[in-house]
């Protein structure tokens, strides 16, 4: 079957920290995988993407690489700020039609 | 920019209310979804819509039912509310495809007493 293991919260970091937040994922043929971003009181948002092995999806300084082989989709970021506190999801797709999350790893950063 | 609304952003209902959540996408998207939301246990898919007045149950459809008349409105419907029906309510929308991704709305933070 489908889906997505991520790391378990909370993270609490000092601003200028680098954020690393680990996902899995099991899934049959070739997934698109997602990170999402919820700050709080909101919905998700997407924060970056990747469609195909070895892609390495980027926004807001926050990178992730498509690792078949390890199976991976590794979050990072060199330097947070207060501002990236909030809830990150992992997610993968195989149709577009349903979509598998992580169950949300929260992130707090203090000044 | 895609927008999904939400009909409300907080609700509180009484025990045995019939609990009508609407959803609204401004972008001709084909998928609709909703999702209940949970400490701990993450994003849970209640139904999704892949054309009008075409539904797939998801993980957790008990108690509750769906309805897409049009292509932009998805609503979700609680039969008759109950306590552990209290949760975040997320709705979403995607025009198909696996690259693609899914758009949110806000998110309605239902209370049942």
């Known amino acids: 079957g489908n889906s997505v293991t991520q790391m378990e919260g909370p993270v609490t970091l000092s601003e200028e920290a680098f954020l690393t937040i680990n996902c899995t994922y099991t899934a049959t043929g070739y997934p698109s995988l997602f990170w999402y971003v919820q700050y709080p009181g909101e919905g998700l948002q997407l924060l970056l993407k990747?469609?195909?092995?070895?892609d390495k999806g980027s926004n807001k300084g926050f990178e992730a690489t498509y690792r078949k082989e390890t199976t991976s989709f590794h979050l990072e970021k060199g330097s947070v700020q207060v501002s990236d506190s909030a809830v990150y999801f992992c997610?993968?797709?195989?149709?577009?039609?349903?979509?598998?999350f992580g169950t949300g790893t929260s992130l707090t950063v203090i000044p | 920019d895609v927008k999904v609304t939400q009909s409300s952003r907080y609700l509180v209902k009484r025990t045995g209310e019939k609990v009508f959540l609407e959803c609204v996408q401004d972008m001709d998207h084909e998928n609709m979804f909703w999702y209940r939301q949970d400490p701990g246990l993450g994003l849970r898919l209640i139904y999704f819509?892949?054309?009008?007045?075409?539904?797939e149950k998801g993980d957790i459809p008990e108690g509750y039912s769906v309805s897409r008349e049009k292509k932009e409105r998805f609503s979700l419907i609680l039969e008759s509310a109950s306590t552990n029906q209290t949760s975040m309510y997320l709705c979403a929308s995607s025009p198909g495809g696996a690259s693609y991704e899914q758009y949110f709305g806000p998110g309605t933070r239902l209370t049942v007493t």
């Open positions: 819509s892949y054309d009008v007045k075409m539904k």
């Open positions: 997610a993968l797709s195989r149709t577009g039609n349903q979509f598998y």
């Open positions: 990747a469609t195909k092995a070895d």
